[in-house]
């Protein structure tokens, strides 16, 4: 495990305490090249690629394009949901990254098979419950996922939490969620954190593979129009308060509700309603249909224009 006092730039060998953020749909390889060359850390979902085949060629390349300054990881999804885990972990440890983040779920197996190979393992933490497990566990780092992050985000403020991870866990903190600009980063490290991992700020880059008008909705809407919809994966979600979403709501239906509640289909439904979620999600990021459920966090305020990876990075440095 990673000493408190170890720098996110010490840990991952790079130049600012950043990291480009995992994104479903939205992170690809010339995202985590621009970033690696400015200096940054970044990380793609494994989930981005529908083959193990393409995870494989993906890695590849970007081992080829790494910099001195820069190191790349991927983001596993260490649950049931995801039947491509096993392969996903073999391959990233077969072919080595710099480091792996885990998400919803144990990262006992992740720990076992990628720390000795010296690939560091950051965990996705909303509590301090949770934080001290995965601490025994051996991670190396806690991505303190707060209430103002993108996505599947947490429940408590960024002060708060990483106030009380620092406070009670011997191993780094990482903020999650938050951060738009320079003053954002120097305050969540100003309570603890060792550096931030930065996502929907980066939605609207020229790299980014999603659709013009995904990338325009970040630069048009602010904070005050991201909600919470349960209509994704089932889970609480932030997305942009387009008219289709106040139409559709953001609750679950009544027949939803009593399905979750079933111990012995609990598990199915969250399945069924996680793929059929995803493949909505990607529709709307790759295509422009009035159909459209665009994730993003409150950080895209600060999202002015549609811009190179490296011109947004300098926002923060």
């Known amino acids: 495990m990673a000493s408190k006092k170890t720098s996110l ?11 480009m953020a995992p994104m ?3 992170s690809n390889v010339a995202m985590l090249k621009a970033g690696m060359e400015q200096g940054i850390a970044a990380c793609v979902p494994a989930l981005n690629y529908r083959t193990i085949p393409e995870l494989e060629a993906a890695i590849k390349e970007l081992k080829a394009a790494k910099v001195p300054g820069g190191s790349f990881g991927i ?8 039947t491509k885990y096993p392969d996903q972990l073999a391959t990233a440890c077969e072919l080595g990254v710099d480091f792996i983040i885990t998400s919803l779920g144990s990262p006992r197996k992740v720990i076992e098979m990628a720390k000795p190979k010296g690939i560091k393992v950051l965990c996705d933490v ?4 949770y934080s001290k497990k995965v601490e025994e566990m051996g991670c190396d780092a806690l991505v303190a996922v707060n209430n103002q992050a993108g996505g599947h985000r947490g429940n408590i403020s960024p002060e708060a939490l990483i106030r009380e991870l620092d406070e009670n866990c011997a191993i780094p903190v990482i903020s999650a969620g938050g951060v738009s600009n320079k003053e954002d980063l120097e305050r969540m490290m100003s309570y603890g954190a060792i550096g931030a ?14 659709s013009q008008e995904y990338k325009q909705a970040c630069v048009d809407y602010g904070a005050e129009d991201i909600v919470m919809t349960q209509k994704i994966s089932g889970t609480p979600c932030t997305v942009i308060n387009t008219p289709y979403v106040q139409k559709i ?23 069924i309603r996680f793929a059929k979620g995803m493949n909505d999600t990607r529709k709307a990021a790759q295509g ?14 600060e999202t002015k224009a549609i811009e190179p990876v490296a011109t947004i990075i300098k926002r923060f440095i």
């Open 9 to 19: 730039q010490e840990m991952l060998g790079i130049k600012h305490p950043i990291i």
């Open 75 to 82: 983001n596993l999804i260490v649950n049931k949901s995801n």
């Open 249 to 271: 709501g953001t609750k679950q239906t009544w027949i939803e509700k009593i399905l979750n509640k079933n111990k012995k289909l609990k598990k199915w439904v969250k399945m």
């Open 288 to 301: 422009a249909t009035y159909k459209t459920v665009w994730v993003a966090g409150p950080t895209i305020e």
């Open 24 to 26: 479903f749909l939205v």
């Open 126 to 129: 909303t509590d301090l419950a």
């Open 197 to 210: 991992s930065i996502g929907s700020p980066f939605i609207a880059s020229e790299e980014a593979p999603v």
